[in-house]
C-alpha cells in the first residue's frame, strides 16, 4: 500500500498485491475493505475521451484459474478513499478480500513510500 506522505491528496491510497488462483475455475476478486478507509473499490486504469483516467473496475478483477493477476500502478489496483489517518512507510493497514466464490482473506498490508508519478496515477484536470 502506498504512503500518504508526500502524496498531493492524502485522502486516497491505493493497494497492490499479486493474487495467485491454484483452483481450476477462474475467480473474481469482488470486492475489498479496511477499517482506515471511509470507501475502499476496485479500479483500474482505461482510456476516456483520449486520456488515460482512472475508474470503478464493473464486475471486479479476473484471477485465471491455475494462475495469477497483478495488482500494479498504471493496471487494476485496490483503492482506498475517505482515509481516516495518515499513512506512513512502515505503518500495516488491515485489508479484507472478497472473491466470486465466497471466500475472504484478511491480509495486514504494509505501507511503503510514494515514488509513483503523480500524473501517471492520478490524473489531474488541468
Known sequence: MR???????????????SL????????????????VAGL???HEMAAKDGKMVMQEKPGGITVPATSHTHLSPGGD???L????????????????????DNTTHDLTVPVKSFTEEQEHYHPTTK
Open 3 to 17: 504512503a500518504t506522505t508526500g502524496a498531493e491528496d492524502t485522502t486516497m491510497t491505493a493497494a497492490f498485491m
Open 20 to 35: 495467485t488462483n491454484p483452483g481450476n475455475t477462474d475467480i473474481k476478486l469482488t470486492s475489498a475493505a479496511s477499517p
Open 40 to 42: 475502499v473499490q476496485l
Open 77 to 79: 489496483h485496490v483503492m
Open 81 to 100: 478513499m475517505g482515509l481516516k489517518q495518515a499513512l506512513k512507510p512502515g505503518d500495516e493497514v488491515p485489508l479484507t478480500l472478497t472473491f466470486s
